[in-house]
């Protein structure tokens, strides 16, 4: 099992609403990433977990909020979002963080539009 | 400033020729390589990985990796319509986490 699921797989919401995004694996990866990409651009990393503990925080504005419950687990909590955040929000996984042979599996992603 | 740089394309082939992907990074220390694939509105999908100078080949695909030069190459042999995709090369800088370039688009035509 080499998959990273997430849901929803597109999500439309309005400035005020509050969402999460979810994200699951089981292939016993213990670090897993938040990436936002935007259209004709590469991903661009939020967030990193590593062993369950946030790692990195590419000074991501407040109304993004990571959250990993447990090492399959990893959600992102959205609040007050402005139509820029509009976006495809990539989740992913390794085997662990800062290592010399990170291999990034990603899950499908969710396409989220902010109105 | 660390850097993946990468023609953003596109690079237009006919079906069954060789397409040649090029990637250069900046930061010398760099270890670790990586090619993705992504089709439009997809997430991206790893095809390769290398570490070491010299070839690795799986399939019709060919990574190519020069550190002296800083430079890393994919090459898709015998090119079909279904590898139509941006290639995004991504570079694990140090002990840090992957830098990505822009990504080269690929068009094979039929």
């Known amino acids: 099992d080499t998959e990273v699921t997430q849901t929803p797989k597109h999500l439309v919401m309005g400035m005020t609403n509050k969402k999460s995004l979810k994200c699951e694996q089981h292939m016993g990866h213990r670090a897993m990433y938040w990436y936002k990409q935007k259209a004709k651009k590469p991903p661009e990393l939020m967030f990193v977990?590593?062993?369950?503990?946030?790692?990195i925080n590419e000074s991501v504005p407040s109304r993004f909020s990571p959250e990993c419950p447990n090492s399959s687990l990893l959600n992102l909590h959205l609040h007050a979002l402005q139509p820029e955040d509009s976006a495809l929000y990539l989740c992913?996984?390794?085997?662990?963080?800062?290592?010399?042979?990170?291999?990034?599996?990603f899950g499908s992603g969710t396409q989220l539009s902010v109105l | 400033q660390k850097e993946v740089e990468q023609n953003s394309g596109p690079l237009s082939v006919p079906e069954g020729a060789i397409a040649s992907l090029n990637c250069t990074y900046s930061d010398r220390v760099s270890q670790s390589f990586f090619w993705y694939r992504q089709y439009s509105g997809k997430s991206p999908e790893l095809i390769m990985s290398i570490y070491s100078n010299g070839d690795k080949e799986d399939g019709r695909f060919t990574a190519q990796l020069n550190k002296a030069s800083q430079y890393v190459s994919l090459l898709i042999r015998d090119s079909q319509p279904s590898d139509s995709a941006t290639y995004l090369c991504?570079?694990?800088?140090?002990?840090?986490?992957?830098?990505f370039g822009k990504g080269t688009m690929l068009l094979v035509s039929p």
């Open positions: 977990y590593s062993y369950e503990k946030l790692s």
């Open positions: 991504a570079v694990m800088m140090g002990y840090s986490t992957l830098t």
């Open positions: 992913a996984s390794s085997l662990q963080s800062g290592s010399q042979a990170e291999k990034l599996f």
